[in-house]
Nanobody
Framework: QVQLVESGGGLVQAGGSLRLSCVASGLTFSTYSMGWFRQAPGKEREFVAWISRSGGSTSYADSVKGRFTISRDNTENTVYLQMNSLKPEDTAVYYC?????????????????????WGQGTQVTVSS
């Protein structure tokens, strides 16, 4: 049974930082590209960041570029999202997701339906 479990969310003031973690089990982690998405109340789930199977390639939404960093540790089956200079508009539930088919970044990597498995999400709230 595949499980993705996110943690690290919380309440932070604008300008602060958080580090999200997502631990995977039940799959061969190193064979999956990983993505982070977020969903704010009343809005669609949106792409945040993507990382290749090896961790050697990453891509980001324009809204977080330069502030967020995605990384992974295949020995720990974990993907991270370091979030700096947080803004109130970053408030959302953050989800990690695993894609077992794509080995390189493309426009498909930004689409939720591309991903095979999802975590339950972790809430990030940024106060102004």
């Amino acid at each position: 049974q595949v499980q993705l479990v996110e943690s690290g969310g919380g309440l932070v003031q604008a300008g602060g930082s958080l580090r999200l973690s997502c631990v995977a089990s039940g799959l061969t982690f190193s064979t999956y590209s990983m993505g982070w998405f977020r969903q704010a109340p009343g809005k669609e789930r949106e792409f945040v960041a993507w990382i290749s199977r090896s961790g050697g390639s990453t891509s980001y939404a324009d809204s977080v570029k330069g502030r967020f960093t995605i990384s992974r540790d295949n020995t720990e089956n974990t993907v991270y999202l370091q979030m700096n200079s947080l803004k109130p508009e970053d408030t959302a539930v953050y989800y990690c997701a695993a894609d077992g088919r794509s080995s390189y970044y493309s426009s498909r990597s930004q689409r939720p339906r591309t991903y095979d498995y999802w975590g339950q999400g972790t809430q990030v709230t940024v106060s102004s």
